[in-house]
């Protein structure tokens, strides 16, 4: 057994030598070089993470040189991706700019065809109207007599074409008598306008004239076309007028049509009338 006497020795050396190094403290210099040393190491690791200070502080007293080196090595990685995150930025800029010029351009295509595309020309205006006697089974409308003398009726019994036809008879007098209506558009002075129909007729009425009047009851130059070839049959008939502009001017522009007759007998049908330039 040790003598009570020793151990109280020893106590007592501990205990007089306290700020000493020996077997119951560290060393002084060995805590200050330590301190130092993570000090060191988290200034520099505090430029680029507060994560990694935090890591460092906890386990201050275990860290050497070397693994202060990794840490270091560490930031620097992350630099170098921060730079790569700018760069991805101005690439994505790059890109919105080129879209959007691409978008100008295509409207402007869309609006230049849009413009081509809707311009008409307009509709030539018929000089004359219900030419097939086609509109009313009951009325000639616009078509009138000229005179009264004669009786002018819509009739679908014959016919060259459509539905209907307008039936002409010769009244008691010897008048030739003629339908007409209204020219409608404008009329040119000097123009040559033809005059055309089909008509069929008996054997009284040898003949069908083609006028254009003006002033209601004036006319230039009537046609006469000679039917005595061509009895009791569909015939196709033309002819030319010409107005002057005082003729023009006078107004009362009037196409007419009618059969020349011998007798009270005369009869004749008029079926697909054209006047036109």
């Known amino acids: 057994m040790i003598p009570q006497t020793y151990i109280a020795a020893f106590i007592t050396a501990c205990l007089v030598a306290g700020s000493q ?22 200034g520099s690791t505090t430029a680029f993470s507060s994560a990694e200070t935090t890591t460092v502080a906890v386990s ?26 700018e760069e ?5 800029l790059s890109t919105t700019e080129g879209t959007t010029a691409e978008i100008a351009t295509t409207t402007e295509a869309a609006t230049a065809t849009a413009t081509t595309t809707t311009s008409e020309a307009p509709s030539a205006i018929p000089f004359i109207s219900n030419a097939g006697f086609e509109d009313d089974s009951s009325s000639t409308a616009p078509w009138e007599l000229t005179y009264g003398e004669n009786t002018v009726s819509v009739v679908s019994d014959v016919k ?5 036809s ?25 123009v040559t306008y033809t005059m055309s129909a089909w008509v069929n007729a008996n054997y009284f009425c040898p003949g069908v004239t083609f006028m254009c009047s003006y002033q209601d009851n004036y006319w230039t130059n009537p046609e006469v076309v000679d039917l005595t070839a061509a009895t009791d049959e569909w015939t196709y008939i033309s002819s030319t007028c010409t107005y002057t ?22 009869q004749g049908y008029i079926d697909t009338v054209d006047f036109s330039a």
Request: net charge negative; glycine share 10%.
């Open 60 to 85: 201050s007293t275990s860290f050497s040189n070397e693994e202060s080196s990794v840490i270091v090595t560490e930031s620097v990685s992350s630099t170098e991706t921060s730079l790569g995150s």
């Open 21 to 42: 190094a020996g077997p119951c403290k560290p060393s002084s210099r060995i805590t200050s070089f330590t301190t130092s040393d993570v000090s060191t190491t988290v």
């Open 166 to 190: 307008a039936r002409i008879t010769q009244g008691q007098s010897m008048i030739s008598d003629y339908i007409r209506q209204p020219l409608r558009g404008s009329i040119t002075a000097g």
């Open 245 to 266: 502009q005082e003729q023009i001017d006078s107004g009362g522009l009037y196409f007419m049509i009618g059969f020349n007759c011998i007798g009270a007998q005369g």
């Open 88 to 92: 991805t930025s101005t690439t994505a």
């Open 160 to 164: 060259h074409d459509g539905r209907n």
